[in-house]
């Protein structure tokens, strides 16, 4: 199943209140119409507009020109719990505790974020419902975002191993919280894969006899490399239809569904301003309404991981790695939270 079109009466209601939705290829869609400084539209266009993002994955506002970080705290607290969530550094040129600065120079903002397959959270019981990214600065030679749809990726997987995957739980590797690495979309009902593969340092499976065991070291690296080349075949420069690689444009103002699509900064983000240009983007995170992802209720765990669970679990070669980017499934590339 591919991602899904928009919805033609969610199109037509958000129109009759002067808001134009358009889809992008191959996923998320384009709005304008509406002004993110303005007063938050009403709660039946809030909910339209939250639909096609857990649908689409993702919403570009565009032509806002440069919001404050005032503005963008305010337009961000549309979604979700309408209240922010958030817990990471903050620069010194970050505009106010609530944005996240990011750049390709560290004097202006933080570096080298982001760069491998995530949702944000991850080391939270409740993962951030909706993440915002407001471009400051498009450097000239790119540096894009890129975004898979996670419905479509456990879609495209083949069906024994949508089944293994939906008996494993991972594990936090700072905070040691569970989250399922198959879950259910609370909005769309989507059936969808996740994994943090720069932040997870261990993964249970629930077996056959309804007991936990946490996995050895090969099949750890089996799993992330599964999920790397999931979501990278995903993209459509490697000829899938479920990923892309966004280019910002100036004013853009963009939207996700953080439990139904993972993203990355792609490699040019990183790049050195002086060959680059200067990127400068602001990300903020919004509270969730709702716990989890979590486990089945059936399963009876705990939201955090436990010593006794971790030595209950370990069959004897079990791995889980606690602190700063976990497992480390592959040496040779670039991590960092």
Request: aromatic share 8%; with cysteine; hydrophobic share 35%.
């Amino acid at each position: 199943m591919a991602v899904p079109d928009l919805s033609p009466s969610t199109v037509d209601f958000l129109a009759q209140h002067g808001i134009h939705v358009v889809a992008i290829d191959p996923l998320g869609a384009r709005v304008s119409g509406l002004d993110l400084r303005a007063a938050p539209p009403s709660p039946e266009v809030l909910g339209a507009l939250e639909a096609e993002m857990a649908s689409r994955g993702f919403l570009v506002f565009t032509d806002q020109g440069i919001l404050s970080g005032d503005e963008q705290v305010h337009c961000s607290e549309f979604w979700g719990a309408r209240e922010m969530h958030s817990t990471h550094g903050v620069h010194p040129r970050a505009p106010n505790r609530h944005i996240f600065r990011l750049s390709n120079d560290s004097s202006v903002g933080i570096t080298g974020v982001g760069p491998q397959w995530h949702n944000d959270g991850s080391f939270e019981s409740s993962i951030f419902s909706h993440v915002g990214y407001h471009i400051i600065r498009v450097p000239e030679q790119g540096g894009d975002t890129q975004f898979v749809h996670q419905g479509a990726a456990f879609d495209a997987l083949p069906k024994e191993k949508q089944e293994y995957w939906s008996r494993l739980v991972t594990i936090n590797a700072t905070s040691g919280d569970l989250h399922p690495m198959v879950h259910d979309h609370p909005i769309s009902g989507r059936r969808s894969v996740y994994l943090h593969l720069g932040m997870t340092g261990g993964i249970f499976e629930k077996t056959d006899d309804l007991n936990l065991r946490l996995l050895e070291h090969d099949e750890l690296l089996d799993v992330f490399r599964s999920y790397n080349a999931l979501l990278n075949a995903g993209l459509v420069e490697n000829g899938g239809r479920y990923g892309m690689s966004y280019p910002y444009k100036q004013g853009d103002c963009i939207f996700i569904d953080n439990w139904a699509i993972a993203h990355r900064a792609s490699p040019e983000a990183h790049l050195d301003q002086s060959k680059q240009g200067l990127r400068i983007l602001h990300r903020t995170t919004v509270k969730s309404p709702r716990p989890g992802p979590l486990p089945p209720k059936t399963w009876q765990l705990p939201t955090v991981v436990t010593q006794n669970l971790l030595m209950s679990a370990d069959r004897g070669e079990g791995v889980f790695v606690a602190g700063g980017l976990g497992f480390r499934w592959d040496p040779d590339i670039h991590m960092q939270n």
